[in-house]
């Protein structure tokens, strides 16, 4: 049974950092493409970021590039979300997702991942 886990979420002023974290189990973590989805209230889920199994290729949604940073450590089986210069638009529950694939899609459908964690929530504060 595949668990996905996240961590990380808080409370954040404006200009602000979090790093989020997410620990996969029963998959095979280093064959397996991460990525992260939010979702605001009243808003659609959007696709954030996702890292290829290597962690060499990474997406970035255009309202998060130059702020957030992607990684993996294949050897903790855990993903990683460095957030810096947050917005307050940036509040919203954030979910770690494992794809069936060693590869990013080339669009963020929320459909392209098996394996969804809980979410844990962002909120920035102006």
């Known amino acids: 049974q595949v668990h996905v886990v996240e961590s990380g979420g808080g409370l954040v002023q404006a200009g602000g950092s979090l790093r989020l974290s997410c620990t996969a189990s029963g998959l095979t973590f280093e064959d397996t493409a991460m990525g992260w989805f939010r979702q605001a209230p009243g808003e659609e889920r959007e696709g954030v970021s996702c890292?290829?199994?290597?962690?060499?290729?990474?997406y970035y949604a255009d309202s998060v590039k130059g702020r957030f940073t992607i990684s993996r450590d294949n050897a903790k089986n855990t993903l990683y979300l460095r957030m810096n210069s947050l917005k307050p638009e940036d509040t919203a529950v954030y979910f770690c997702?494992?794809?069936?694939?060693?590869?990013?899609?080339?669009?963020?459908?929320?459909?392209?991942?098996?394996?969804w964690g809980q979410g844990t929530q962002v909120t920035v504060s102006s």
């Open positions: 890292v290829s199994f290597s962690g060499l290729d990474t």
């Open positions: 997702v494992a794809r069936r694939s060693a590869k990013c899609p080339s669009i963020m459908h929320d459909f392209e991942f098996g394996y």
